[in-house]
């Protein structure tokens, strides 16, 4: 049987997609080790380790870059309004996790500052924290593999508990700073390490309204709930 040329097309450009997607996962996996591993040197105070995960950043970085070209090279092909919608979310998502891994090198960044003072009980707060920032990564990927809008909304509703986590934590080191000046210098720096951390949980939220946009075009998503109240802290 003769293969037409536009079989050929299509075929070409189904497997350059299933490519991206695949890239996209590599990167979030990525991302993702990069963020518990920055965790674990705050725990064991490694600053050598520390420098790695800072420089293995640049490979989080190179790798948005080359997607966004294979994004745009699938746009010109002249897709489907569908197709359209993948290459928007592609070019959001990867956006996204590049952040991911910025976060999780300040992570690394601000824990060798940290290294310079006495140890705190306050960076066990910091790890729950953590590690719910990484359950939603990680969480988020599964639901980009599968293009599962409903895993991706459960991901979207979960943010709710990392908020309230660093709520409770913001409140925890401004109460220690307030009891202890000695201790202001080091909870400023948990105090950014925590901002970071949810700011990742965003950018998986982020990500899992671009899996719900993928899917569902532009459908109402449920309201969402935060629990993010630094700003009212007292």
């Known amino acids: 049987m003769t293969t037409q040329p536009h079989d050929h097309i299509v075929r070409s ?5 299933h490519r991206v ?3 996209i996962l590599r990167m979030g996996e990525m991302a993702a080790a990069q963020l518990e591993a920055a965790l674990d040197v705050v725990e064991r105070r490694d600053d050598r380790a520390a420098d790695r995960i800072i420089a293995n950043d640049e490979a989080i970085d190179a790798l948005e870059t080359a997607i966004s070209h294979d994004a745009m090279t699938l746009a010109l092909r002249g897709p489907m309004a569908r ?3 993948e290459i928007l979310a592609t070019l959001r998502i990867a956006s996204d996790i590049e952040r991911i891994g910025d976060y999780a090198a300040n992570v690394a960044k601000r824990s060798k500052a940290l290294n310079m003072s006495p140890p705190l009980p306050h960076t066990r707060g910091l790890h729950a ?7 939603q990564v990680r969480a988020v990927l599964e639901a980009y593999r599968d ?3 409903d895993a991706a909304q459960r991901v979207r509703a979960r943010d709710a508990e990392l908020d309230a986590e660093y ?4 409140r925890e080191l401004l109460t220690y700073m ?3 000046a000695r201790a202001i210098t080091p909870c400023t720096h948990l105090l950014f390490m925590a901002k970071n951390l949810e700011r990742i949980g965003d950018h998986a939220t982020n990500v899992a309204e671009n899996i719900w946009f993928q ?5 109402p998503m449920a309201p969402r709930e935060k629990r993010d109240e630094t700003n009212t802290a007292t």
């Open 83 to 85: 197709d359209l919608r």
């Open 129 to 135: 924290l953590g590690t719910l920032a990484v359950r």
């Open 147 to 149: 293009n599962d809008a």
């Open 178 to 180: 307030m009891e202890d």
């Open 215 to 219: 899917v569902n075009a532009d459908a």
């Open 21 to 23: 997607i695949g890239e």
């Open 167 to 170: 709520t409770g934590l913001f």
């Open 13 to 17: 450009h189904d497997e350059e997609r």
